[in-house]
């Protein structure tokens, strides 16, 4: 099985930046699409961006379109999530997640490893 290790959250002003990164355990992380999910207080986890296994269909939520960025590299079992112009509405846990699908829409069910999480806060 994979497991995921979430890092890089912290607290940030408004129009700042942050840089998210999930390691993962194994030696198959580059047969699994990879995913971003954010859940705010009180509110559902919600889908923030995928990368297939080859990094050449990435998708991103309306919300985060233009601002996130999302990568990996195979060869550090790494995916990357560049995250500019933040909005105080981006504040939440942001988890990472994978699945064994080579193509994966933004469902939570979708994705079978979750990592921890880690928060992520946005002042105004």
């Known amino acids: 099985q994979v497991q995921l290790v979430e890092s890089g959250g912290g607290l940030v002003q408004a129009g700042g930046s942050l840089r998210l990164s999930c390691a993962a355990s194994g030696r198959t992380f580059g047969s699994y699409t990879m995913g971003w999910f954010r859940q705010a207080p009180g509110k559902e986890r919600e889908f923030a961006s995928s990368?297939?296994?080859?990094?050449?269909?990435?998708n991103y939520a309306d919300s985060v379109k233009g601002r996130f960025t999302i990568s990996r590299d195979n060869a550090k079992n790494t995916v990357y999530l560049q995250m500019n112009s933040l909005k105080p509405e981006d504040t939440a846990v942001y988890y990472c997640?994978?699945?064994?699908?080579?193509?994966?829409?933004?469902?939570?069910?979708?994705?079978?490893?979750w990592g921890q999480g880690t928060q992520v806060t946005v002042s105004s």
């Open positions: 990368i297939s296994w080859s990094g050449a269909s990435p």
């Open positions: 997640a994978a699945t064994k699908k080579p193509f994966a829409l933004g469902q939570t069910y979708e994705y079978d490893y």
